[in-house]
C-alpha cells in the first residue's frame, strides 16, 4: 500500500469512527465540579405503534434534547419509574438516539461498509440516518453522522434534501447544507434530477439563486470530500444560529 493510500485509508477510519461503536476521542480531563450528574433516575419511553420500550437515563435525555427536557422538568410524584410515550416517533431511529447521549456515536444497524449483492453500496445507512434525523432533537449530531460518511465515500444521497427540507425552516444551517452540497459539488449529469424529480420548490429557488453567484464568480465544481473538509464542523448546525451550545462539547466530543 502507498503512503497516500494508507494515509487515506486511516483518515477513512476515523471518520467512519463517528458511525460505530468504538469512543476512540473521549477525552481524560480533570474533575472540575461542574461535571453533568452521574447519578439519575431511569425513564422508560415507549415508542411507536409497536410500543417497544427503551430506558435512558434522565439527565442525558435532558442533556440531549429540549423536548426531554421540558417533559422530564414536570415533577414525578411517587417511586415509579418515569414513563414517555412518543407514539408518533420510529423505534429503530429512537434505539440509534437511546444509545447516543451513552457514547457520543451513531450505532447503525447496518454496517457502513456493506455492499448490496449486485456489488453497489449499501444504501439501508442511508435510510436509518434519514430516521434519525426526522427526531428533530438529534437533528445536528445526524448532519453530522451525514457529513462524515459523505466525506468518506466522496458522494452524496440525492435525496438528503428531500429528507432536510420539509424538517426545516428558510435559514436552516441543514438546509444551506443541502444547496452548497449540490451547488459546488453535483456533476452536470445529475442536474436534470432536480427538475424531473419531487424536490421541494424551496430547494430549487434555493439552488437558482446560488448558482447565479458561482457562475458571477467563475468558481469550478469541486470533489465533495475536498468541499467538506475544508469546512468548519460547526458551519452546518443549528446551534450556531440558534446559539446554542455544540452538542460536541456536551458529550465531550
Ligand atoms: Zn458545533
Same mark, same amino acid.
Given at each position: 500500500?502507498?503512503?497516500?493510500?494508507?494515509?487515506?485509508?486511516?483518515?477513512?477510519?476515523?471518520?467512519?469512527?463517528?458511525?460505530?461503536?468504538?469512543?476512540?476521542?473521549?477525552?481524560? @480531563?480533570?474533575?472540575?465540579?461542574?461535571?453533568?450528574?452521574?447519578?439519575?433516575?431511569? %425513564?422508560? $419511553?415507549?415508542?411507536?405503534?409497536?410500543?417497544? &420500550? !427503551?430506558? %435512558?437515563?434522565?439527565?442525558?435525555?435532558?442533556?440531549?434534547?429540549?423536548?426531554?427536557?421540558? %417533559?422530564?422538568?414536570?415533577?414525578?410524584?411517587?417511586?415509579?419509574?418515569?414513563?414517555?410515550?412518543?407514539?408518533?416517533?420510529?423505534?429503530?431511529?429512537?434505539?440509534?438516539?437511546?444509545?447516543?447521549?451513552?457514547?457520543?456515536? !451513531?450505532?447503525?444497524?447496518?454496517?457502513?461498509?456493506?455492499?448490496?449483492?449486485?456489488?453497489?453500496?449499501?444504501?439501508?445507512?442511508?435510510?436509518?440516518?434519514?430516521?434519525?434525523? #426526522?427526531?428533530?432533537?438529534?437533528?445536528?449530531?445526524? $448532519?453530522?453522522?451525514?457529513?462524515?460518511?459523505?466525506?468518506?465515500?466522496?458522494?452524496?444521497?440525492?435525496?438528503?434534501?428531500?429528507?432536510?427540507?420539509?424538517? *426545516?425552516?428558510?435559514?436552516?444551517?441543514?438546509?444551506?447544507?443541502?444547496?452548497?452540497?449540490?451547488?459546488? *459539488?453535483? #456533476?452536470? &449529469?445529475?442536474?436534470?434530477?432536480?427538475?424531473?424529480?419531487?424536490?421541494?420548490?424551496?430547494?430549487? #429557488?434555493?439552488?437558482?439563486?446560488?448558482?447565479?453567484?458561482? !457562475?458571477?464568480?467563475?468558481?469550478?465544481?469541486?470533489?465533495?470530500?475536498?468541499?467538506?473538509?475544508?469546512?468548519?464542523? @460547526?458551519?452546518?448546525?443549528?446551534?450556531?444560529?440558534?446559539?446554542?451550545? @455544540?452538542?460536541? #462539547?456536551?458529550?465531550?466530543?
Amino acid at each position: 500500500m502507498s503512503q497516500s493510500e494508507s494515509v487515506h485509508k486511516r483518515h477513512a477510519s476515523e471518520l467512519e469512527d463517528g458511525l460505530c461503536d468504538v469512543p476512540t476521542s473521549k477525552k481524560l @480531563c480533570t474533575s472540575s465540579g461542574e461535571e453533568p450528574p452521574v447519578e439519575s433516575e431511569p %425513564v422508560a $419511553i415507549i415508542v411507536g405503534e409497536e410500543k417497544e &420500550k !427503551f430506558s %435512558v437515563h434522565a439527565h442525558l435525555l435532558e442533556g440531549s434534547s429540549e423536548y426531554f427536557l421540558k %417533559v422530564l422538568s414536570v415533577s414525578q410524584d411517587g417511586d415509579q419509574m418515569c414513563t414517555v410515550k412518543l407514539e408518533d416517533a420510529d423505534a429503530s431511529a429512537f434505539s440509534i438516539y437511546a444509545k447516543w447521549p451513552y457514547t457520543g456515536r !451513531f450505532h447503525l444497524a447496518t454496517s457502513p461498509d456493506t455492499q448490496t449483492p449486485n456489488g453497489s453500496p449499501n444504501d439501508m445507512c442511508w435510510d436509518e440516518m434519514s430516521a434519525c434525523y #426526522a427526531l428533530s432533537d438529534f437533528s445536528d449530531a445526524t $448532519i453530522d453522522a451525514f457529513t462524515r460518511r459523505m466525506e468518506i465515500r466522496n458522494n452524496s444521497p440525492v435525496e438528503l434534501a428531500k429528507w432536510i427540507y420539509p424538517k *426545516t425552516t428558510k435559514d436552516s444551517a441543514h438546509r444551506r447544507l443541502c444547496r452548497d452540497i449540490i451547488v459546488h *459539488t453535483w #456533476a452536470r &449529469k445529475k442536474w436534470d434530477r432536480l427538475w424531473t424529480e419531487d424536490y421541494p420548490p424551496e430547494l430549487v #429557488a434555493n439552488v437558482l439563486a446560488d448558482v447565479s453567484v458561482k !457562475f458571477a464568480r467563475g468558481s469550478k465544481r469541486r470533489e465533495l470530500t475536498e468541499f467538506l473538509e475544508a469546512k468548519n464542523a @460547526c458551519e452546518y448546525y443549528e446551534h450556531k444560529r440558534l446559539e446554542l451550545p @455544540c452538542y460536541k #462539547a456536551r458529550f465531550g466530543i
